[in-house]
T-cell receptor
Framework: GAVVSQHPSRVICKSGTSVKIECRSL??????MFWYRQFPKQSLMLMAT?????????EQGVEKDKFLINHASLTLSTLTVTSAHPEDSSFYIC???????????FGEGSRLTVL | GDSVTQMEGPVTLSEEAFLTINCTYT??????LFWYVQYPGEGLQLLLK?????DKGSNKGFEATYRKETTSFHLEKGSVQVSDSAVYFC????????????FGIGTKLQVIP
């Protein structure tokens, strides 16, 4: 079964609104989760590292105020795209590192379309 | 910095054909190498991995050998099926740890009956 669950899988919103995407670790507690963005015909780009109980660590070029990350519990991280614009339309994927297995587990992804 | 170069797709094959998806990398140190697969509408799943030179990762009929001398980790399968249609990502994790996974661009494979 799934180890990481994302919700919603698809969301369409109007320009200027905010959208929240949830990422849940189902099988184990995750102090760290990762958020990626996948552009069409491009690879996954790490946006930020979500740390439970503390501020997220953002990669260079990623706007902190634009992409708000909250990691309030050991099983849940949320990504909020604030004041969304059409250029924010993308596929967002979260992942969790499984220490025991030594592999990254990915959510199903969330496709955001901003009209 | 680290980088992964993958052949661009899409790759279209007939069922039971032989598959090769090339992957080469640039990295300092001794990275671990991975192949991930993304089926339509799903997240990425680990397909196979190799953690040191000459290791061979295998799963579901797919194989890839860690070749340090050619800095390659090509994915192969002897006989593809329609259910193998997906996007395949080559990736590496270097000494920076799991925070620094470097992915290739992804290769879309389409297998036709």
């Amino acid at each position: 079964g799934a180890v990481v669950s994302q919700h919603p899988s698809r969301v369409i919103c109007k320009s200027g609104t905010s959208v929240k995407i949830e990422c849940r670790s189902l099988d184990f507690q995750a102090t760290t989760m990762f958020w990626y963005r996948q552009f069409p015909k491009q690879s996954l780009m790490l946006m930020a590292t979500s740390n439970e109980g503390s501020k997220a660590t953002y990669e260079q070029g990623v706007e902190k105020d634009k992409f708000l990350i909250n990691h309030a519990s050991l099983t849940l991280s949320t990504l909020t795209v604030t004041s969304a614009h059409p250029e924010d339309s993308s596929f967002y994927i979260c992942s969790v590192w499984g220490r025991t297995s030594g592999e990254l587990f990915f959510g199903e992804g969330s496709r955001l379309t901003v009209l | 910095g680290d980088s992964v170069t993958q052949m661009e797709g899409p790759v279209t094959l007939s069922e039971e054909a032989f598959l090769t998806i090339n992957c080469t990398y640039t990295a300092t140190g001794y990275p671990s190498l991975f192949w991930y697969v993304q089926y339509p509408g799903e997240g990425l799943q680990l397909l196979l991995k190799a953690t040191k030179a000459d290791d061979k990762g295998s799963n579901k009929g797919f194989e890839a050998t860690y070749r340090k001398e050619t800095t390659s980790f090509h994915l192969e399968k002897g006989s593809v099926q329609v259910s193998d249609s997906a996007v395949y990502f080559c990736a590496l994790i270097n000494s920076g740890g799991y925070q620094k996974v470097t992915f290739g661009i992804g290769t879309k494979l389409q297998v036709i009956p």
